[in-house]
Each structure stands twice: as C-alpha cells, then as structure tokens.
C-alpha cells in the first residue's frame, strides 16, 4: 500500500522520517518554515547531518517521491497521513514549548477539506506533555472543523526513538512502536505506515503513548546518572569502574531486566535499604557527591506515605481495615524494612481499627533484627495477626493487599486495593 505523507518539520526528526519512508517507496513532501532548509530537500540535498540521509534524500528525490514545501497548500488534500515533527523546547520553568505544536496544528486543521473521503491520520512525533492532544490539539481541530472534526481527521501519538548518528537504524529496526489513539484502538494508516518494521507494537491511549518519551528518557538519564556516581566512587577508592560495569551488565536476569522496574510498592527488606545507605556513605566518605543515590532513600520514604493517601482517601476514621501480607516479600516473615509494616503504622496512628493477615508470620517466632525491627515500630503487632478463617469471617470497609496472599483468601469484601502493583 503506497501512502502520501506530509511531514511537518524537517529537522533531525522530521528529515529522517521523510528519508525512510520516502525509501519505502510512499509519497513524501516535507513542509518547513526554512526556506533553506526547502530548497536542500527540492535539490536533493540533506539539510541535516545524519549518516547515509543524504544517499536516500537524494534517491527519493530523484525518483519523484520527495519534494518540499514552505506552506501547506493543498498539499493535504490527497494526504493519508500528515506526521508532526516540529520542536517543543524547553521554556524558561522547565515545561514543554508548545507554540510550535499549535501553529502546525492550526495550519493543519486549516487546510484539511470538509469534503474528504477518508480521514486525514494526524500523527504527533513531536515529544508532548501528556494530555496536550485533549487539551490543546483536540480543541484546535474541533474549532476549525466543528462537529466534523472527529469524521475527517483520526489523530494519533507516535513517539519517535531515534538516536542522532544511528537514526535509520533506529528508524528501521526500533525497540517498539507506540500506536496512540484516541479509543486505543489500531490506527489502519499508521499499521501501513510500518508495515515491514520488525518490532513489537502497542495500541494504546493517547496519553499512555504521550508520556512514553518521558519515562524512556528520563530511565536513560537515571542510568547515565547512576552510572556515573558509581564511577566516581569507583575512582575515588582505586576501583576499576569499567569491570565493575563490566559484572553488572552482565546480570541480565535482574540487573538488565524488567524485574525491579515495575511500578507498584515501595523497596524495602534487609538488602536494598541497608546497600543504598551504605553506599551513600562511601559516597559522602571518598567525596564522590551521588546526590542520584542520596535521594533514593527520601523517595522511597515518599512513595509509602503516597500509598497510604491513596488507599484511605474517602475512608472514614475508625474504620475497619484487613492488611495482607505485612513481610516485605510473601512466603517469608522478614519484617526488616517491610513497606507494610510502615503501612500498618500509619494505619494505626490515624485511627483506624486493623487486622493483619501473614500466615507466614508467628511474633514468637521472630528474633534478632527481625524481632527488634517489628516491635520498634509496631509494638502490638501480636494483638493486629489473625488468622485466615477471622480474616474472612470478619467484614471490612477496606482490604490492602500487600502481595499474592490476597488470592488465597475468600473475603466478604469486594473493596481491594493491591499496592503491589500500579495498573
């Protein structure tokens, strides 16, 4: 299937898309303000440096499937896709600035006729803060277009993953392709638009595709970040930083994994809170400055005291509450550092009436630092235990489940809430 597309900005981003998949063999005009930046693409010529651009610009341009333009035109009006690529700097607080995006998007909407016969896909590359095609795209188009909008232009969020000096391979082979409507459904145009592209596709919402880039790079930042501190605390004690890198990428089972990055409870038990204190420590001592790993203790802290908002919110002091699984990990009765137990401690201090189901846990049985930690902060953890026959005999304006155990249990209850995991 042959496509003609419109591509929005021609910069790194926008150029490469014209140049990949103007090499597919669709249809291409590339439309930008600079009219230098025109005449290059309408001459052949690469306006940006990118390794093997300037082979494809020019083979497409000589076979008629690329040309560009400094105004829209009726350039639309036989389009099947136009694709936004132009810049959203950051402004002076740090946000996202969007004039681009609503001058493209205005020029856009004006230009779309009311007599077409399919709708134009609208798709977004530029990276956006999540909500902007509902609060500020949308409405655009519902101004210019009316009651019409939703019938003659489908818009979608496509987020780009293209790193500068291996974009086409990035453009060809990508980690993911990101599919964002409005209802979450496929988008036909955009499934033509990659037909080919080897990687795993997610249809999803508008939004869930907005904040994609954000999360991404934001990862990318923390590991150079994190990567960084190591290295310095590393050099500062005479360490090798590169096998220190070298043993840890190795551990692709945990290390380089999705284990550890899903969103859900807070860490917690005798490893990760005593190792990153320790290696705070090392840090301040040989004078490495991690301020990456100073924070991770203060944000911890701060995601238990979110769960415990969030979970009572609405609900009534005094209330009767069930705590499933009060163990940092099912299956154990380590309390070392349990985000449960900071849970039930919170629990309790504002009043309401709790029981704590861990069939995994006997106070008598607890000892040394496990005994000390669990009556240090909950001194009658002996009267919260219960057993599962009162668990489930018992009725409860709210059940907080800590981990699986709530499966084993056949409550009265319909109101959960697992903080493991956040959907």
């Not at 896909?121 to 019409?148: E, K, W």
């Not at 005593?274 to 995601?303: C, E, F, P």
């Not at 009765?333 to 709790?354: C, F, I, N, Q, T």
Request: glycine fraction near 8%; charged fraction near 20%.
């Amino acid at each position: 299937m042959i496509l003609k597309i419109a591509i929005f900005g021609m910069g790194y981003v926008g150029c490469t898309a014209a140049a990949c998949i103007s090499s597919q063999g669709h249809t291409v005009v590339g439309i930008d303000v600079s009219s230098k930046k025109v005449d290059a693409i309408n001459a052949g010529l690469s306006p940006i440096h990118e390794p093997g651009i300037d082979d494809l610009l020019a083979a497409a341009h000589k076979d008629g499937r690329l040309s560009a333009a400094t105004e829209v035109g009726n350039h639309l009006d036989d389009a099947d896709i136009a694709i936004v690529c132009v810049g959203t700097p950051s402004g002076p607080d740090g946000a996202h600035n969007m004039s681009y995006i609503v001058q493209v998007t205005r020029a856009i909407a004006n230009a779309v006729r009311a007599d077409r016969g399919s709708p134009l896909t609208v798709a977004y590359r530029s990276t956006m803060r999540p909500g902007t095609t509902d609060q500020i795209i949308g409405p655009i188009f519902r101004s210019a277009l009316g009651d019409a909008a939703e019938q003659l232009v489908e818009l979608v969020y496509n987020p780009e993953f293209l790193r500068e000096a291996t974009a086409i391979e990035d453009y060809f082979h990508p980690p993911k392709i990101i599919l964002g409507t409005i209802d979450g459904e496929p988008s036909a145009n955009m499934e033509a638009l990659h037909h080919g592209i080897d990687a795993p596709i997610f249809h999803v919402g508008i939004r869930e595709a907005e904040i994609t880039k954000f999360v991404d790079n934001t990862w990318h930042a923390v590991k150079v970040a994190f990567a960084n501190e190591v290295g310095r605390v590393c050099q500062n004690l005479d360490i090798s930083a590169k096998k220190v890198h070298e043993i840890f990428v190795s551990d692709t089972k945990l290390n380089i994994s999705p284990y550890y990055t899903r969103p859900g409870g807070a860490f917690g038990g005798s490893c990760l809170p005593k190792d990153v204190r320790a290696l705070q420590h090392i840090a301040a001592d040989v004078g490495a400055n991690a301020h990456l790993v100073d924070s991770l203790m203060r944000t911890n802290d701060a995601h238990k005291h979110h769960q415990f908002t969030f979970v009572t919110q609405g609900l009534e002091s005094g209330a009767k509450v069930l705590l499933v699984g009060l163990a940092f990990k099912a299956d154990t009765d380590d309390l070392r550092e349990s985000p449960a137990v900071d849970m039930a401690r919170k629990l309790l201090e504002a009043g309401y009436d709790l029981d704590v189901y861990d069939p995994a846990l006997t106070p008598d049985n607890l000892v040394g630092q496990n005994l000390g930690y669990a009556y240090a902060y909950l001194p009658t953890i002996s009267t919260l235990l219960v057993d599962k026959e009162t668990a489930e005999a018992r009725e409860y304006a709210l059940v907080i489940s800590t981990n699986r155990l709530t499966k084993t249990l056949s409550l009265k209850t319909t109101d959960i809430v697992d903080i493991s995991s956040i959907a």
